[in-house]
């Protein structure tokens, strides 16, 4: 995915990071930690992580030759809805994440396509879009509440769980409807 940064990263955001700090000598790095609060629609349709939920970092800066190589965690929250039965699931996520970020005019912008590396500008890191491809590559796209749910059933949309063992939804043709009175007779 393209990592397209705005014009002017604001220091003062959470995922941007600053690298003042980090002396440019291969080798050097920083540790960050910090509780940030969750963009908007970080998830899938039917998981994700709620907006404004916090979300825990715990990132190593590392000063490469190229930039700066951001490696760690991120933890947080998830909210969502079972694809079989629609219960509610709530659960954590923890998910690595390790992107390169070069330096503006290092030779990475010739040797790499935009698209491949994430971009300083200046001193700062916006790491929004790799914690975003992080987090939403790791979700299910179909998430369960259980692994063994058996779901709705398909007649009248009713829990599997809440329903007997001998629950059907056996429908008798009305042309044949008096043999089967007949058959009940016999019985």
Do not use: F
């Not at 929250?77 to 079972?82: A, K, Q, S, V, Y």
């Amino acid at each position: 995915m393209p990592k397209h940064t705005p014009s002017q990263l604001d220091p003062r955001s959470p995922l941007v990071l600053d690298t003042r700090e980090l002396p440019r000598r291969p080798g050097v790095l920083r540790t960050v930690k910090r509780v940030v609060p969750a963009p908007a629609d970080l998830g899938l349709e039917l998981i994700g992580v709620p907006e404004g939920a916090d979300l825990s970092l715990d990132l190593r800066l590392e000063s490469v030759s190229e930039g700066v190589l951001v490696s760690g965690t991120v933890s947080g929250p998830l909210e969502g809805e079972c694809g079989r039965c629609l219960r509610a699931i709530h659960d954590s996520l923890t998910v690595t994440i390790q992107e390169l970020y070069a330096y503006e005019n290092s030779t990475t912008d010739e040797t790499a396509d935009e698209d491949e590396v994430g971009r300083m500008q200046g001193d700062l890191i916006d790491l929004e879009p790799a914690l975003r491809d992080a987090v939403v590559l790791a979700l299910p796209t179909n998430p369960l509440c259980r692994q063994d749910c058996p779901g709705l059933c398909p007649e009248c949309g009713a829990h599997w769980d809440d329903l007997p063992a001998d629950h059907s939804h056996d429908e008798v043709d009305p042309r044949w409807a008096a043999l089967s009175r007949l058959n009940r007779k016999d019985e």
